[in-house]
């Protein structure tokens, strides 16, 4: 079986040999005038020239950085999608309509029958390709004059690098103005934090929290060392106090009204009257009779004068209260009355230092307490200023942060800087890149050898056909 397939096929093989023999000479006229046609077409079509130039990007501008903090947001390349590369995304920018256009009119650019080169046909003798391993592009221009090719390279780029510097000055003045916009707010912000935290301290009375916290706790442990020595001092007084008026058989507020009536000079006068008529009264009833006129005389002289006596106590001590004449020791000084007198002015100094120390300790006490208070409550004091001034800080941080900017976007606004520069400027290549005549030639020979075949069967069809009508011709004549 495998045998009777290959006789068939070299049987297939040798008609087609022998079609192709048969009608070779005009088979061999076609194939003849396409190749003439071919190389006619390649030796007629005028050279194609290339032109080339390299931009360099920098995903951060150097120049803006160093001039400021904005510039390295403005001058910065960078792709939302992790897969592409910011030079992707240029070449689609430098392929754009604008700068193609731009590119057209400033070089004034027309076909050959006058019109203006459109955007569609200027894209095909474009190429963009970077160069692997670095941040370079390759910008490739074909045309058939190489000057002007190398005219359209430097062109685009100079046309993309001044569209990308009023692309970064255009982000610039966006941001500046709404910064100016912001600027207003943010200082109302400050201004009212300040009032805020200033009227709180007004109100609280601080200067210093962290101060007056070390000087208040200072000053209540100088209280409590001051309320201990006090109440030592009211402790050694009131000893002293106990021990006088055992002395003197009498007790504080009676030693303060006998020295109180001492020191009246009124009292001492009518106490004296009192006396001389008691001691008259004394020596008249020695020799008279109680109901004698002079006894009775003397007796209304010496209720006269007690009455008097005791209103003039009762106006030097305030006391309403009768005093009986044996309560009155005002007597002529001598050495016994002195020392009687001095204990008992020591013992009403005594009370008046007691009261006085009691009064001190009675003040300091109180201090303390205002003190411990104004202690407790200085953390909710500070934790409440610290929000505030927390508040402020942030405020006038974002303040000098927008000053900051503003400035640093007005020197960005005025720089003429791009992220990318001109690393090699149009090149014209002295050989012609096009047309490919050895692609041509290849063409045409094989279209001329395909159209040699296609001849020769066609006109072998067309014999077979002829020989076929004149058969049925014959046939028909015969009968």
């Known amino acids: 079986m495998v045998e009777y397939k290959e006789s068939l096929q070299d049987i297939d093989l040798r008609k087609h040999w022998l079609v192709l023999k048969r009608n070779w000479l005009p088979a061999a006229i076609v194939w003849s005038l396409t190749i003439g046609a071919t190389v006619f077409i390649a030796i007629s079509q005028e050279p194609i020239y290339e032109a080339y130039g390299k931009l360099r990007f920098k995903k ?12 390295e947001k403005l001058g910065k390349l960078d792709s939302l999608n992790s897969k592409d590369t910011p030079l992707d995304t ?203 006129p002079v006894i009775i005389d003397l007796k209304e002289k010496k209720a006269s004068l007690q009455a008097l006596l005791n209103q003039q106590a009762k106006e030097t001590i305030g006391s309403d209260k009768a005093l009986l004449y044996k309560n009155i020791q005002i007597e002529s000084i001598n050495q016994t009355g002195s020392i009687q007198e001095n204990l008992t002015q020591s013992l009403v100094n005594a009370e008046a230092e007691k009261q006085a120390l009691l009064g001190k300790l009675a003040s300091l006490t109180e201090v303390r307490t205002r003190y411990k208070q104004r202690v407790n409550s200085l953390p909710q004091l500070e934790q409440v200023q610290k929000e505030l001034q927390r508040k402020v800080d942030a405020a006038r941080t974002s303040y000098e942060l927008l000053l900051k900017n503003r400035e640093q976007l007005r020197l960005a606004e005025n720089q003429n800087l791009a992220n990318a520069q001109i690393v090699s400027p149009g090149i014209a290549i002295k050989f ?28 072998e069809l067309l014999k077979l056909s002829i020989k076929r009508t004149e058969d049925v011709k014959s046939k028909a004549y015969t009968n």
Do not use: C, W
């Open 90 to 292: 240029e070449a689609e920018v430098i392929r754009s309509e604008p700068i193609i256009d731009k590119t057209i009119d400033s070089l004034n650019l027309k076909t050959q029958e006058g019109d203006a080169v459109l955007y569609e046909d200027f894209l095909k003798n474009l190429k963009l390709e970077t160069i692997r391993g670095t941040d370079i592009l390759r910008i490739s221009y074909k045309d058939k004059n190489p000057e002007k090719a190398q005219k359209i390279v430097n062109r685009l780029m100079k046309v993309y690098i001044d569209n990308n510097i009023l692309t970064n000055r255009g982000e610039a003045g966006i941001a500046k103005g709404f910064i100016t916009e912001q600027l207003p707010q943010t200082e109302a912000r400050v201004h009212g934090a300040e009032i805020q935290l200033r009227k709180f301290k007004e109100q609280n009375n601080i200067v210093d929290l962290e101060q007056e916290a070390k000087a208040t706790v200072a000053a209540v442990v100088d209280i409590d060392q001051q309320i201990n020595l006090t109440k030592i001092e009211i402790e050694k007084t009131m000893s002293l106090t106990k021990e006088l008026q055992n002395k003197i058989g009498m007790n504080s507020k009676q030693a303060l009204t006998k020295n109180a009536l001492n020191q009246s000079l009124a009292l001492r006068q009518v106490f004296e009257k009192l006396k001389q008529v008691e001691t008259q009264l004394a020596l008249e009833r020695t020799r008279f009779l109680d109901d004698n």
């Open 60 to 71: 951060q501008n150097t120049n803006y950085a160093l001039v400021t903090e904005a510039g």
């Open 432 to 459: 012609p890149v096009g047309p490919d005549r050895k692609i041509i030639f290849g063409v045409g020979f094989a279209l001329g050898t395909l159209l040699f075949i296609i001849t020769a069967f066609a006109l």
